[in-house]
């Protein structure tokens, strides 16, 4: 399984950017996705996760602002983010896994130890 971010750059505060992750090898029929972040020196975080059948969870610092969604035709995932703040900046990273029943059973979608298939990360930096 491959996962490819894109879309990263550097933004003003109150502008918007869209992350895209091109998924490819990755056969499950359902599955869960999701978008991290890591800021330097601080914990890696939940941003959003969404499952095979389109229902989506996020984090209480990015509702409201940013948007997950896919793109099943073209396997790929994206993150809308709207009205950026300083304290979005971060390596963004998209990770995915078949454990559907498992995640929502737990209510862990949002916690990065329970994801085995990883991007490499793209970078997002918000300031003026």
């Known amino acids: 399984v491959q996962l490819v971010e894109a879309g990263g750059g550097l933004a003003q505060p109150g502008e918007s950017l869209r992350l895209s992750c091109q998924a490819s090898?990755?056969?499950?029929?359902?599955?869960?996705m999701a978008w991290f972040r890591q800021a330097p020196g601080k914990e890696r975080e939940g941003v959003a996760a969404?499952?095979?059948?389109?229902?989506?969870t996020y984090a209480d610092s990015v509702k409201v602002r940013f948007t997950i969604s896919q793109d099943n035709a073209k396997d790929t995932l994206y993150l809308q983010m709207n009205s950026l703040k300083p304290e979005d900046t971060a390596m963004y990273y998209c990770?995915?896994?078949?454990?559907?029943?498992?995640?929502?059973?737990?209510?862990?979608?949002?916690?990065?130890?329970?994801?085995?298939?990883w991007g490499q990360g793209t970078q997002v930096t918000v300031s003026s």
């Open positions: 990770a995915a896994d078949h454990r559907v029943t498992t995640i929502q059973a737990l209510g862990v979608m949002l916690q990065g130890w329970v994801y085995d298939y």
């Open positions: 090898g990755y056969r499950y029929s359902r599955y869960y």
């Open positions: 969404i499952d095979s059948d389109g229902s989506t």
